[in-house]
């Protein structure tokens, strides 16, 4: 069963990635009393593809590179993330382990390796495209997974839309989970819905979705946090479980960032 949650975990976070948004932060509380129904149709939004192989696409995207700070990314810290550029940091417990950024090294240090320029310089290319995953953690019944998305790049908009547009557009459907993990899930019950919620002490917008896979119940939640400097961007935070009450205290592992 464990092989088949991690499976479960990394394919649904991946299908994650490219969700648009704009939202801010919010405590998560889902219960099955607040997970409604919706229909699939309208609510995921789709991501354009990067095509242009122009030499002002190149230049436009060299522009975005230089935009991305090593605080819009974030940094790595001793069981945990903290992101200057977005306001908040993670501190999670040792239950949790900390996932390298980039494969590349793959004995190497994994705060070190996250937090090298080199991958620093990886993470820009891949946001000036469109996205990037810029933190990762699990434990075993909790995956956490950050994801900064560019409006220019995969909407061609200089700031994001409205939060619970943007969260609606956005929702996990069946399908997307189907899609996700393949000819052999056997998806029941899956509820989604859009809620204004209380995260880091602000409400905003959260898309949430519930499932069964084999009778194992996952659920799940997307906060957005669009930054304050530069709209363009906006910061992913994707949250997936088989525990409805780990899943529920996730917040706690968040706080506002204080130098």
């Keep these: 069963m464990r092989n088949r949650k991690d499976k479960i975990f990394?394919?649904?976070?991946?299908?994650?990635?490219?969700?648009?948004?704009?939202?801010?932060?919010?405590?998560?509380?889902?219960?099955?009393?607040?997970?409604?129904?919706?229909?699939?149709d309208g609510?995921?939004?789709?991501?354009?593809?990067?095509?242009?192989?122009?030499?002002?696409?190149?230049?436009?995207?060299?522009?975005?590179?230089?935009?991305v700070s090593n605080d819009m990314i974030g940094r790595y810290v001793s069981q945990g993330y903290e992101n200057p550029s977005f306001g908040f940091a993670i501190a999670l417990p040792d239950t949790y382990t900390l996932e390298k950024r980039t494969n590349l090294e793959l004995n190497?240090?994994?705060?070190?390796?996250?937090?090298?320029?080199?991958?620093?310089?990886?993470?820009?290319?891949?946001?000036?495209?469109?996205s990037a995953t810029v933190f990762e953690a699990e434990d075993e019944d909790t995956y956490i997974e950050l994801n900064i998305q560019n409006a220019a790049a995969l909407d061609g908009a200089t700031v994001w839309d409205e939060e619970k547009t943007i969260a609606e557009n956005s929702v996990t459907t069946e399908e997307d989970i189907k899609e996700a993990?393949?000819?052999?899930?056997?998806?029941?019950?899956?509820?989604?819905?859009?809620?204004?919620?209380?995260?880091?002490?602000?409400?905003h917008y959260a898309a949430q979705y519930t499932f069964k896979n084999y009778d194992v119940p996952f659920y799940g939640v997307t906060v957005y946090l669009v930054n304050k400097q530069d709209p363009c961007y906006?910061?992913?935070?994707?949250?997936?479980?088989?525990d409805l009450d780990a899943v529920d205290q996730a917040d706690q592992f968040f706080s506002v960032y204080t130098e």
């Design 10 to 40: 990394a394919l649904i976070a991946a299908g994650c990635l490219c969700l648009s948004g704009l939202t801010g932060c919010g405590e998560i509380k889902m219960s099955p009393d607040n997970i409604s129904s919706k229909p699939d």
């Design 181 to 203: 993990v393949g000819e052999d899930a056997q998806i029941t019950e899956f509820q989604n819905n859009v809620e204004e919620i209380t995260f880091l002490g602000e409400k």
């Design 43 to 67: 609510l995921m939004g789709s991501v354009k593809e990067e095509t242009d192989t122009s030499d002002e696409s190149e230049a436009d995207a060299a522009g975005e590179e230089d935009k």
């Design 108 to 130: 190497a240090d994994t705060i070190e390796a996250s937090n090298a320029d080199s991958t620093y310089d990886w993470i820009r290319s891949l946001i000036a495209l469109g």
């Design 234 to 242: 906006l910061l992913a935070v994707n949250i997936l479980g088989s």
